[in-house]
């Protein structure tokens, strides 16, 4: 039996395996055993049953009594469906959230501005400031202004150090006045930051000065002009080693045309000595090369200004204020005076500037060349003197210092010789100059009081009476006429929720508890919708970190306020509630000198985020002056900026501060703009609905100087007589007397709209009566054409429309504006299209300063972004170039980091918009195939910028003819013109 348990190899196989029949007989077997087991079984149930239902029907006492209910099984209150019935409850067994999540999670403090805990320890009491506001005469409201890195928040740094007493660090920059956490790790300025100021003079009078830092970098170009509408005065910094650049150019501009008065700060004067070491008289001209160079430029913008900038009148100073030291000729004149006795240090600071030289011999001074080998004064006086300080600093060891400081009355301690070259350099020279009185001198004697800036400054913003008692009150700085404040600039507060406005007291005296009226840009005497009454909670004078409060502030000076915050987009004109003499006006609008061309598409990425997301780019429009934000037909939110680092600042407060959300940011594009290049080839004309009016129009070029003209302001059609504007138009264009007559309005924007409207038709077949009571309608008609144009939807600019025709209804009830408005927009779309429509494309101007052995890479970048080179000039002085370029704004994306890569990191780009271009080609060829991941060539661009931007609008890829020609007007061009 053993054995048949094995294989014949010895293999263990187990015994014979059963018969499958008798394993299906045992199967059935089992399964009715199962049966019968299961009806037993449900038998003993029936009977359990019936002995619970005799046991339900025990009472309610009995089987509480006899019951045990566990702790976790009583129940105290009514569960969901008991209380709501026909709820259906889910129970998720599985936890959503993240380990990595705590179940409730902490406060996160919002780090949106780095402000002092309490008032730091100043120099000035507070009662004296308040008591100083109120004497006009003893107040400056000045702006510092300057190009990116020239020195301007490290001279606000000097001035703070000096009226604020902490203990400050010899080797760290503070930069005060730079409040963003982005702006301490980004190394610029990003918004204007006002702070007040009482400093003396360098005969120890007190004045108090409203100082407004602003950023040096074009891309923020607003916060300069939001501060120059402000202030009475601009303290311009210049690097005396990069001269005159891009921004500079600007903002001297900019701040002649807005009539304000200008004084000089040559900064980083010891870049002369320590980066490029140029001997003293070589410095001297590379200082004085600088200052002419500005001159120049304010000659060229402004040839009947007289304004001259020279150290000799006492506009202009010497800084470097990171070594915390700053002078002008009389200060440093009187350190002369205070070694020599006798000396009179007025008398000699005149003598220390220009080819004047000293003659040791007699001891005579004399202008021009003398013989023998003599230097300028300035050289001899001031630049040898400061060149041997910071030799003897850097060269000596300490005991030969400390015998040499002593010679300029100098004690320093032990451990302070011991110091770095450079903190050590900063004590020295800042205890050699002592305070900066001497800018505090300039800005006194050259910038105007309150009083005398206003009288400037209300001829240009106020659009009501200059004779009425609200204006006369503002001229004389009333404190007890009516209130009126202009604010330019909101605030966020720390929670980001809530603004405070930023502003200037024009008129009466601002008091917390007051109601008043917040009158917006878009108020008028006529539509009072864009006002709004509040109540002014809490006002303070703004200081960067931290804020004084103030009973009241008088008229001529800036101030904060809370509370008014809520309808106040950009600017606002606020004025008392009741009491008024007359009919409150509004000041001007800011007028920039940049527009916002750049763009985003922004989304959340989560839909339910999108209210957070809209509420957040509300607040981004209130905080950035230039920013722009709307909705596309497409459903898109839009976000418009000067720049790339324009828009990467304002989506970093959108992700961090204002929404607190992550979303999805679309490729950055451009804003184009919609042209034609010669005039209308037929008549165009289009009918109203109810086939009772027709107007026929055409459409050519305008002349782009007059555009760029109408878009400054230079020719008013609103206020302006008939007369007048006929006899401009005569005179700049000679245009002909019936035109120059007949200009009926601009577009898009009626005051500055680069279109214009002109009726072009004779007495003799329209009636001038029923065509001039239809004016309204048509050009609102007009005004939407050009704010929309038919190629991509994009602004129409540089067209004039001509109105060659009406035929208008009789009744009044026929010729409404439901009726005329579309068909105006409608013949104006087709008297467009008819007339060759281009693309514009707007083009910045680069400027890119460079070492001599990068322009080449530089040219090769240019060239592979449309760029064309203007000019490269070498910077004398230095070794360095200066590119000037310009630059399609849609091939500009990425051009500062690859010029940085291809310079390794030696060139500086900077770049602004200078003016539109037409985008080459035909955008309405159809015969050109655009092929996906493939550049195209230039003919093609036109076409392919317009495609683009149709389909991230929603619209179609070509233009319908349909929706904007008429039947009628189909008919005739394709039977008599055969155009289409």
């Not at 190899?9 to 014979?16: S, V």
Request: charged share 25%; proline share 6%; with cysteine.
């Amino acid at each position: 039996m053993e054995q048949d348990l094995y294989d014949e190899f010895g293999n263990y196989i187990g015994p014979a395996l059963e018969d499958s029949d008798q394993d299906e007989e045992d199967d059935l077997n089992d399964l009715e055993d199962l049966a019968d087991a299961k009806e037993e079984f449900e038998n003993k149930a029936t009977n359990r049953t019936d002995l619970i239902t005799l046991s339900t029907n025990m009472t309610s006492n009995e089987v509480k009594e006899s019951a045990v209910v566990l702790h976790e099984d009583k129940k105290y209150y009514p569960n969901a469906e008991e209380v709501y019935p026909g709820v259906e409850v889910k129970i998720q067994d599985e936890d959503a959230q993240l380990l990595s999540q705590p179940i409730i999670a902490p406060v996160k403090p919002k780090n949106f501005a780095i402000q002092e805990k309490s008032i730091p320890a100043i120099t000035f009491n507070k009662q004296f400031l308040v008591s100083l506001m109120k004497h006009n005469e003893m107040v400056r409201n000045v702006a510092i202004a300057g190009h990116l890195h020239h020195g301007k928040t490290s001279l606000m740094d000097l001035l703070v150090q000096q009226t604020h007493d902490k203990n400050w660090s010899l080797r760290k920059e503070q930069k005060y006045t730079d409040v963003r956490p982005d702006e301490q790790e980004r190394g610029i300025s990003i918004k204007m930051s006002p702070i007040s100021l009482v400093l003396q003079n360098s005969h120890s009078k007190s004045y108090l000065i409203n100082f407004c830092d602003t950023p040096g970098h074009v891309n923020f170009s607003d916060e300069v002009t939001a501060a120059f509408r402000l202030v009475d005065g601009v303290v311009l910094v210049v690097d005396v080693l990069e001269g005159i650049t891009l921004n500079t150019e600007r903002i001297v501009k900019h701040a002649i045309q807005e009539g304000l008065s200008l004084c000089l700060v040559l900064s980083k004067i010891d870049r002369l000595i320590l980066e490029v070491k140029l001997p003293p008289n070589e410095a001297y001209l590379k200082i004085r090369h600088t200052i002419d160079e500005l001159n120049e430029l304010v000659s060229t913008i402004a040839p009947e200004s007289n304004l001259r900038f020279s150290p000799e009148f006492g506009n202009v100073c010497f800084a470097c204020a990171t070594m915390g030291w700053c002078f002008t000729l009389y200060t440093f004149a009187k350190i002369y005076a205070q070694t020599f006795s006798g000396f009179n240090a007025e008398q000699f600071a005149k003598r220390l500037w220009g080819d004047i030289y000293y003659n040791p011999v007699n001891r005579t001074f004399k202008r021009g060349k003398i013989a023998g080998d003599y230097n300028r004064t300035f050289v001899n006086f001031i630049l040898e003197p400061l060149y041997k300080i910071y030799a003897q600093v850097m060269g000596e060891d300490d005991t030969k210092l400390q015998i040499v400081l002593a010679e300029l009355g100098i004690k320093l301690k032990k451990e302070q010789l011991k110091l770095d070259t450079a903190p050590l350099l900063k004590l020295v020279l800042s205890t050699f100059f002592g305070t900066a009185s001497g800018l505090i001198d300039m800005i006194i004697q050259h910038l105007p009081t309150p009083k005398e800036g206003v009288a400037k400054k209300i001829q240009r913003i106020y659009t009501g009476r200059q004779d009425g008692p609200i204006a006369k009150s503002i001229l004389d700085l009333n404190a007890d006429g009516p209130l009126v404040i202009h604010t330019t600039k909101l605030f966020p507060r720390a929670d980001c929720n809530t603004f405070d406005a930023f502003g200037r007291v024009m008129s009466g005296t601002a008091k917390s508890g007051v109601i008043v009226k917040v009158l917006g840009e878009n108020y008028s005497i006529d539509d009072e919708e864009d006002m709004v009454v509040s109540e002014i909670k809490e006002i303070w004078i703004y200081q960067s970190r931290y804020r004084i409060d103030v009973p009241s502030v008088p008229a001529g000076n800036l101030v904060l306020l809370e509370g008014v915050d809520a309808s106040i987009m950009k600017t606002s004109t606020i004025v008392d509630a009741k009491g008024l003499p007359e009919d409150p006006y509004i000041f001007k609008p800011l007028k920039f000198n940049t527009i916002s061309v750049v763009k985003v598409a922004v989304e959340p990425i989560l839909p339910s985020e999108l209210p957070k997301m809209i509420d957040g780019l509300r607040k981004i429009n209130k905080t950035y002056p230039l920013a722009v934000t709307k909705v596309e037909e497409s459903g898109e939110h839009v976000l418009l900026g000067t720049g790339e680092l324009f828009l990467d600042c304002a989506l970093h407060d959108l992700r961090k501060l204002f929404s607190e959300i992550e979303i999805k940011v679309a490729d950055p594009v451009v804003t184009f703009c919609e042209t034609v290049v010669e005039a209308s080839s037929v008549k165009c004309f289009a009918e109203t609905p109810n086939k009772r009016n027709k107007l026929t129009m055409t459409a050519e070029p305008l002349n782009p100087e007059l555009s760029l003209e109408i878009e400054k302001g230079v020719v008013d059609l609103i206020n302006w007589e008939p007369k007048r504007i006929a006899s401009w138009f005569q005179n700049r264009y000679n245009w002909d007397v019936l035109a120059a007559r007949s200009v009926w309005a601009f577009g898009p924007d009626s005051t500055n709209g680069p279109n214009i409207l002109v009726d072009d038709s004779l007495p003799t077949e329209v009636n001038k009566n029923l065509l001039m009571s239809s004016k309204e309608s048509i050009v609102q008609g007009f005004q939407w054409a050009t704010r929309e144009g038919p190629l991509c939807e994009e602004p129409i600019r540089n067209v004039k429309f001509k109105i060659l025709s009406a035929s208008l209804a009789d009744e009044p009830i026929h010729r409404g504006g439901g009726q005329i408005i579309p068909t105006s927009r409608r013949v104006a779309y087709s008297a467009f299209l008819m007339a060759a429509p281009r693309l514009m494309e707007p083009v910045y101007f680069t400027e890119i300063i460079t070492p001599e052995d990068c322009v080449s890479s530089i040219y090769n970048i240019l060239s592979r972004r449309r760029g064309h080179p203007s000019a490269d000039i070498p910077k004398p002085g230095t070794p360095l170039y200066v590119v000037k370029a310009y630059v399609p704004a849609i091939d500009s994306f990425g051009l500062e980091t690859d010029i940085r890569v291809h310079t390794q990191g030696q060139a500086f780009c900077m770049s602004v918009f200078d003016h539109w271009a037409i985008v080459p080609g035909d955008p309405l060829d159809r015969s050109i195939v655009l092929r996906p991941l493939e550049p195209s060539p230039a003919p093609h661009l036109a076409r392919e910028f317009m495609v683009k931007t149709r389909r991230r609008k929603g619209l179609n890829d070509d233009v319908s003819v349909s929706k904007f020609f008429d039947d009628p007007m189909l008919v005739y061009l394709t039977s008599d013109q055969g155009l289409i």
